[in-house]
């Protein structure tokens, strides 16, 4: 039998998205799982969480290193038993021309951003096959789906993101897990700070995060399998 609360793992917990995230699953009385690198961050964030109805158990880990998500893992299951969804948020984004890239700028960016959604995926998929339920949900970026100039190195993590998330939702269907894979465009978040952009000309990072939530509501035997949300006036 189910738990009747339910609990989604949200990697990236700390800022932008995954802050959002976090605080719409909480307001509807999920337990969450909130995993990032700055404690700070994930302890503000249980204080400002402390009027919402869901319970909150905070891990501070990098998501591309194995053994703090083996920690990840054996911290969900001991608070809450299992995880019902993950959210594979983390992610970094650095733009620098082709030219000028050097190969620890790729491989950084790979690994934040399509390495952590494998590690992590894997872990949570095993415990999800077990069970024969849950649902993974990889917010990756329009970058996969068009080029951006300067972001080579953002543009091959996300498109790597991406096609691990597809390959993931044809595998673990059998297993009756769903897998989404978002495609946001920008939202006014910690990456865009200091950029100049105008706040208002980019998407809410809380209007991101309520629309994901709607996409684990529905019936068991339906998934909505990929979402692309975009300012209305486009990318930048
Ligand atoms: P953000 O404000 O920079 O927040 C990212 C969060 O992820 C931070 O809490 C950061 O923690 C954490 N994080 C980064 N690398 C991590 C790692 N290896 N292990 C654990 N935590 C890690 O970013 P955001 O704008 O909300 O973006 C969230 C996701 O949406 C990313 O995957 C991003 O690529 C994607 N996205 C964003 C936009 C946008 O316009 N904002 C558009 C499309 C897609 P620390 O600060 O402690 O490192």
Not at 27 to 53: I, M
Not at 122 to 130: A, P, V
Request: charged content about 20%; some cysteine.
């Amino acid at each position: 039998m189910g738990n009747l609360i339910k609990t989604v793992v949200i990697t990236g917990a700390g800022k932008g998205i995954g802050r959002e995230l976090s605080l719409v699953f909480l307001n509807a009385g999920w337990n969450v799982v909130a995993f990032s690198r700055t404690e700070s961050d994930l302890d503000s964030l249980v204080e400002e969480s402390r009027q919402l109805k869901g319970s909150i158990h905070t891990i501070i880990g990098d998501a591309t290193v194995s053994g703090d998500i083996k920690r990840l893992v054996s911290e969900t299951t001991q608070h809450f038993g299992y995880a019902d969804v993950l959210v594979n948020n983390a992610g970094v984004f650095k733009s620098i021309p082709f030219l000028e890239m050097t190969e620890d700028f790729f491989s950084d960016q790979s690994k934040a951003n399509a390495l952590s959604t494998f590690l992590v995926s894997q872990q949570f998929g095993l415990q999800m096959k077990t069970r024969k339920a849950g649902h993974i949900i990889n917010i990756i970026s329009v970058a996969a789906k068009r080029p951006f100039v300067g972001s080579v190195g953002y543009c091959s993590a996300k498109s790597a993101q991406d096609g691990l998330g597809k390959v993931m939702r044809e595998e673990l269907k059998p297993y009756n897990i769903r897998v989404t894979n978002v495609y946001p465009g920008a939202a006014f978040t910690n990456s865009w700070a200091g950029s100049g952009v105008d706040e208002n000309r980019l998407m809410k990072a809380s209007d991101v995060a309520e629309t994901i939530f709607k996409v684990v509501n529905l019936d068991d035997n339906m998934v909505i399998e990929e979402i692309v949300l975009r300012p209305v006036a486009g990318d930048l």
